[in-house]
């Protein structure tokens, strides 16, 4: 029996007792025997985010050509205990850092492109969630179901036609006797139609400006999405992130305290440009194993010879490693400011986080280009062994995911007050 198997036998178990509790109506004793079966498997997270790779891999041609969600790949994630990882192990999670989240979006990135974007966001609220609950809220409840039943959390910021500004939104949270309603034009909604829940923006009050931002947690109890746009685009195809208007009724508990602007200034954008990128890095370098795959076949044939592409794969390699750079070191002014509020909003780190966007997307395109040009035809194909096809459709979303214009238009201001590069090495 290996631990993947021992851990689920006991998880399934402690499952099956838990639901036997909650048909007797005994509520508590089922919140116990449920949390045994959340007991983080013993294998490291590396191994478990590797095995889930694995089932995302096999499935990720029919996940693209179908343009459906990755449910093999998220049945495997589940099984791994993977949707918990940042929550604080008194919540019932692991406590991981964003160091070990993005390890984990670039291994899966290197598999499947739809299921580390769709792992990725889910994680986005999960960081909102965990370090923007009041203590005792109904959102740390939540946070514990996340951790216990592996709950999947999507995000809807695009509002209408309003496009990637998602510090704006048109839709508000409107007075219905003693509850709130929202009807939302969520044009844009990665796996609504799977996920458990949702975090979205709104406008605090009608009267409030499209800035004044609230942000709310929903279970899907708590809202009904009504299909509104189909998801057919060149890549990303599994992220199944169609249109719906997305009307909820709540209690007032569902809002968080913080404004949206403070949740997104200090935990949205870093996590999720921190996240995406490696996820696009994962893409990139699944393009250049098939390069090196490619370049290796081609020298067996040709008695060591390498063939005429082989300096492309080279450029991608040093490319990759770039970026690689890149990433680590956005990562690390992350983290060492990630608990100081003032720091975090400061607008060098903001200017710094958002560049970093920009340039990781950028340099993941290259590197997949490069790749392409290293295998030529045999990557060009959409069949064979080296394809590049997928990875290239997949990588191209980067750009447009949060335009690119948008956020360089955004950042031209500060770069215009502030020097980035005072120092050198820090
Ligand atoms: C794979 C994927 C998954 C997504 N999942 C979700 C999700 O789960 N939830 C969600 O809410 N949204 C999601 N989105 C939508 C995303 O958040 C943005 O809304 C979307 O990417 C914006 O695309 P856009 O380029 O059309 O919009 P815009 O940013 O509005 O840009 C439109 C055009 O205007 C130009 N432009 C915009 N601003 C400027 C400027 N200031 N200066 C110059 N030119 C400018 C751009 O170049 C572009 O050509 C997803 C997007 C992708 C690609």
Redesign the pocket.
């Known amino acids: 029996v290996t631990f993947a198997e021992y851990d689920l036998k006991s998880r399934n178990k402690a499952k099956i007792a838990s639901d036997a509790e909650a048909r007797r109506g005994n509520k508590t004793a089922a919140r116990r025997k449920v949390s045994l079966s959340v007991i983080p498997p013993s294998r490291s997270l590396k191994e478990r985010a590797q095995t889930a790779a694995i089932v995302a891999a096999a499935h990720a041609g029919a996940v693209d050509r179908d343009a459906r969600f990755p449910q093999e790949s998220f049945d495997a994630l589940k099984r791994e205990r993977l949707l918990g990882i940042l929550i604080p192990t008194e919540l019932g999670g692991e406590g991981a850092s964003p160091t070990d989240l993005v390890e984990v979006c670039f291994t899966l990135g290197r598999a499947c492109g739809s299921t580390a974007?769709i792992y990725a966001?889910h994680q986005i609220v999960v960081a909102a969630l965990v370090r923007h609950a009041a203590p005792g809220s109904w959102h740390d409840e939540l946070i514990r179901r996340i951790a216990d039943e592996q709950l999947l959390m999507?995000?809807?910021?695009?509002d209408g036609q309003g496009?990637?500004?998602?510090r704006k939104s048109e839709c508000a949270v409107v007075d219905a006797d003693t509850m709130k309603t929202l009807i939302k034009s969520?044009t844009?909604?990665?796996y609504g139609a799977q996920a458990d829940g949702v975090l979205t923006t709104a406008r605090r009050t009608p009267d409030a400006p499209p800035t004044d931002q609230a942000a709310v947690a929903l279970l899907k109890d708590d809202y009904r999405l009504t299909p509104l746009m189909s998801w057919d685009t060149l890549g990303?195809r599994g992220?199944c992130?169609s249109g719906f208007t997305l009307e909820a009724r709540f209690p007032r508990q569902r809002i968080l305290e913080p404004s949206y602007r403070e949740i997104n200034s200090r935990t949205v954008m870093p996590v999720a440009h921190l996240t995406w990128s490696a996820v696009w890095a994962g893409i990139a370098a699944g393009a250049v194993d098939r390069a090196r795959a490619f370049v290796r076949a081609a020298a067996r044939k040709s008695a060591g010879a390498m063939p005429p592409g082989a300096a492309h794969l080279t450029r991608a390699s040093s490319s990759l490693l770039v970026l690689r750079g890149t990433i680590t070191a956005a990562l690390q002014a992350f983290e060492a400011v990630r608990d100081n509020a003032e720091a975090l909003e400061a607008i060098d780190l903001q200017a710094r986080l958002n560049l970093h966007k920009v340039t990781a997307s950028e340099l993941a395109v290259s590197i997949v280009m490069s790749a392409l040009q290293a295998c030529g035809l045999a990557g060009y194909r959409n069949d064979g062994e080296f394809t590049i096809g997928r990875n290239l459709r997949d990588v191209l979303?980067s750009t447009?995911?949060?335009?690119n214009?948008?956020i360089l238009?955004n950042v031209g201001q500060a770069a215009l007050l502030s020097d980035f590069t005072r120092t050198l090495t820090n």
């Open positions: 974007m966001m999507a995000s809807s910021t695009t496009g990637g500004d998602l969520a844009v909604m990665s990303m992220t992130s979303s447009v995911m949060i335009n214009d948008r238009a």
